[in-house]
């Protein structure tokens, strides 16, 4: 895949998913989709391994059960060939609470045949972790 | 930059790094860099934000007081001009129980006349504390 393809599908992507459109989100998701975003799964239970585009969107549908997306912003988007790699400053209102979470995600994608084939999500999980829970841990 | 050059500044940072030539990885830091590593300072004294060369140099020198590292596989290089992404699977071995860690970690870099300018890291924090720590955390 072409960098400039690339390009399209990564803004594409990320245009779907900041205005909660998760039908185009889901039509951009290879079917046999390699998926981690790193997180301890007893605070985030969608964070974890997935396999497959269905259990991807189970995990997208967990996170906006507990989760409004309120603000997603790339900051530096990085394109080389079929892959690419996105950080973004991010404001989630933690639904239970009202609680505003606000963090940097770093993303490394692949894409195959037009969709998503590898999803890798980083977050400074300790930080959001005390944020999610509202107070600090202790170490 | 030409990604050319990105990519061979981003090899040559990358492999000083991994032999621990902290001489030739200062020669590739810019006097001016604008570097975050995400995660609590608690814990990782030489986490945060740091200002100039300097400041960069003492706190890798931190890490490099507790801890060894043991190896730094490169799985993911992303370029695009004079911006890249690095995914890598790392061991450091923590000097004062000789407890092995192993994590994922995702680095954003910048580089401005053949030195990097900015750096931002993440890894799975959460995870990385319990595995400093040598137990889990309370949540």
Redesign the interface.
Same mark, same amino acid.
């Given at each position: 895949m072409a960098?400039s393809a690339t390009h399209a599908i990564v803004h594409e992507l990320y245009d779907a998913y900041e205005r909660r459109d998760f039908e185009r989100v889901a039509a951009v998701i290879h079917d046999d989709i390699d998926w981690i975003i790193?997180?301890?799964v007893?605070?985030f239970p969608f964070a974890g391994p997935r396999r497959g585009r269905n259990d991807v969107l189970k995990a997208l549908a967990a996170v906006a059960e507990s989760y409004v997306v309120e603000s997603y912003k790339r900051e530096?988007i990085?394109?080389?060939g079929d892959?690419? @790699?996105v950080?973004s400053d991010a404001s989630f209102r933690q639904r239970a609470t009202n609680r505003m979470l606000r963090f940097?995600i @770093?993303n490394?994608l692949r894409f195959q045949d037009g969709r998503l084939i590898e999803f890798?999500e980083?977050?400074?999980?300790?930080?959001v972790?005390e944020q999610a829970?509202g107070h600090e841990?202790?170490?």
């Amino acid at each position: 895949m072409a960098a400039s393809a690339t390009h399209a599908i990564v803004h594409e992507l990320y245009d779907a998913y900041e205005r909660r459109d998760f039908e185009r989100v889901a039509a951009v998701i290879h079917d046999d989709i390699d998926w981690i975003i790193y997180g301890p799964v007893l605070v985030f239970p969608f964070a974890g391994p997935r396999r497959g585009r269905n259990d991807v969107l189970k995990a997208l549908a967990a996170v906006a059960e507990s989760y409004v997306v309120e603000s997603y912003k790339r900051e530096v988007i990085i394109i080389e060939g079929d892959r690419a @790699a996105v950080m973004s400053d991010a404001s989630f209102r933690q639904r239970a609470t009202n609680r505003m979470l606000r963090f940097r995600i @770093a993303n490394f994608l692949r894409f195959q045949d037009g969709r998503l084939i590898e999803f890798r999500e980083f977050i400074n999980s300790f930080d959001v972790v005390e944020q999610a829970l509202g107070h600090e841990l202790k170490i």
